[in-house]
T-cell receptor, first 115, second 108 residues
């Protein structure tokens, strides 16, 4: 069974630009969550999608948005990039929505650098 | 707000000894706790979990202890092996919150 895949793996952007990251969950998984990992902050929850609907949202500004497609693939978009957005963005999939506690399977992440 | 805290950014132990990683939380709504292990260039992988109705869960060399009154949990690895060297994240569920991670180094 293929794992969670994220593209691209590395990305360099400049301030003010926008970026779109992609996540393909494990086959059959319908829940996709996005996290931001920065040194010292650990993993911070961005949002979760299940069956194309956003179920939960973390405490991030509106510049961070996402969506999920009918095949469960998800995209995350960050507009008007800031230097502080440089981070590793991780996507995790699970078979069930967040209302049920399940282990999440993480992708390798996309490392975004904002110059 | 840091509702889940791992106050030790790093820990170094000798091979064969016990590794103890600690995690504190503030939200009494958390009812499920998980530990993840992360190697460089890989996503975190699930290690072990514990429900708030238990105070201990064991899986091979890994044991998680939960002290609800103290809002504290710990991960014990016995015996520690060099392959255990990684960053360990504690996570708490009500909505998923992670600690900042502890980098464990096990020296041969």
């Amino acid at each position: 069974k293929a794992g969670v895949t994220q593209t691209p793996r590395y990305l360099i952007k400049t301030r003010g630009q926008q970026v779109t990251l992609s996540c393909s969950p494990i086959s059959g998984h319908r829940s996709v969550s996005w996290y931001q990992q920065t040194p010292g902050q650990g993993l911070q929850f961005l949002f979760e999608y299940f069956s194309e609907t956003q179920r939960n949202k973390g405490n991030f500004p509106g510049r961070f948005s996402g969506r999920q497609f009918s095949n469960s693939r998800s995209e995350m978009n960050v507009s008007t990039l800031e230097l502080g957005d440089s981070a590793l963005y991780l996507c995790a999939s699970s078979a069930h929505p967040s209302g049920s506690v399940q282990e999440q399977f993480f992708g390798p992440g996309t490392r975004l650098t904002v110059l | 707000d840091q509702q889940v805290k791992q106050n030790s950014p790093s820990l170094s132990v000798q091979e064969g000894r016990i590794s103890i990683l600690n995690c504190d939380y503030t939200n009494s709504m958390f009812d499920y706790f998980l530990w993840y292990k992360k190697y460089p260039a890989e996503g975190p992988t699930f290690l072990i979990s514990i429900s708030s109705i238990k105070d201990k869960n064991e899986d091979g060399r890994f044991t998680v202890f939960l002290n609800k009154s103290a809002k504290h949990l710990s991960l014990h690895i016995v015996p520690s092996q060099p392959g255990d060297s990684a960053v360990y994240f504690c996570a708490a569920w009500h909505d998923m919150r992670f600690g900042a991670g502890t980098r464990l180094t096990v020296k041969p």
